[in-house]
């Protein structure tokens, strides 16, 4: 049927470096064979090098049109955010449309600090993401650092891990999953916490690398496709987990800095199961 291929939307900033952002997200969509929308809310300069070296967040009208053009045309079925929002405004216009318009079930990725160290987010901004964004979110995907922002406490082991979780569903996310991968042991451990109350942890072995750039937001993507294609919240977080997995493990060399994921390693995924 016309408009009947699974469709999704990313809100997010650009990436010049490629590794992140939007880039990140059409990519990972694609891979998993889902059509890629974009709303961007912000341009961002970086690289592997420099990470960000400057932005300009768009005006909020643009923003707006941008929704609109989406909705009036496309049938999206899954949304995210993610990468850089700017500011304590744009994230209010994302809210505003995202409450004004049905794109489906909504990831939120609450991107705050670039792993170069630039801020993504502006400190007014944190306040607006935690108020207003999060309790639209059908799944919340923070890093450690990130749900330590957002619930005002210390997270250094497995049990805080667990405790955040709970936080951050109390403050309004359906679904929760607090990344691990800051933590320093052998594995990569994220615990989710579902809307059901059923919680458990996702794993994958660590592989030491510096080509982790983007691996945020390529899970969120990867999340937002599974989404869009009919899956549950639990089968969409680990099939999105393994594919972010092969991304790392199967890396690519691209720039002389903190380098991006290898994206298209969900075909060699798709080439196992066969």
Do not use: C
Not at 18 to 27: E, F, L, Q, Y
Not at 94 to 119: C, E, H, S, W
Not at 186 to 215: I, K, Q
Not at 221 to 234: F, N, P, Q
Request: glycine letters at 10%; hydrophobic letters at 40%.
């Amino acid at each position: 049927m016309v408009n009947d291929f699974p469709q999704a939307l990313t809100i997010a900033g650009t990436d010049s470096g490629g590794g992140a952002g939007v880039m990140a997200d059409i990519k990972t969509m694609q891979e998993n064979h889902v059509f890629a929308a974009a709303v961007v809310v912000a341009v961002t300069a970086q690289n592997t090098i420099g990470g960000v070296t400057d932005f300009m967040a768009m005006p909020t009208k643009l923003i707006d049109e941008q929704f609109q053009a989406v909705a009036e045309d496309l049938k999206i079925r899954a949304v995210k955010t993610g990468g850089m929002l700017a500011d304590s405004q744009s994230v209010k216009t994302v809210v505003a449309n995202l409450q004004k318009y049905d794109f489906g079930p909504l990831t939120v990725d609450p991107v705050m600090i670039a792993k170069g160290g630039a801020r993504l987010l502006a400190e007014d901004a944190i306040a607006t993401v935690r108020d207003e964004l999060l309790p639209l979110a059908t799944i919340l995907t923070p890093n450690l650092p990130e749900a330590e922002v957002l619930t005002e406490m210390h997270i250094r082991d497995e049990a805080t891990m667990q405790l955040a979780g709970h936080r951050l569903q109390e403050l309004g996310a359906k679904n929760v999953i607090v990344k691990g991968g800051h933590e320093t042991s052998d594995t990569a451990n994220d615990f989710v916490l579902l809307e059901n109350g059923e919680s458990f942890w996702v794993s994958a072995p660590r592989v030491e690398t510096n080509r982790t750039h983007g691996t945020g937001d390529t899970l969120s993507s990867a999340i937002t496709a599974e989404l869009a294609k009919g899956a549950d919240v639990k089968t969409a977080i680990q099939r999105a987990k393994r594919y972010v997995s092969a991304t790392i493990a199967n890396g690519i060399e691209v720039g002389h800095g903190h380098g991006p994921l290898n994206h298209w390693a969900g075909r060699q995924l798709k080439e196992e199961d066969d």
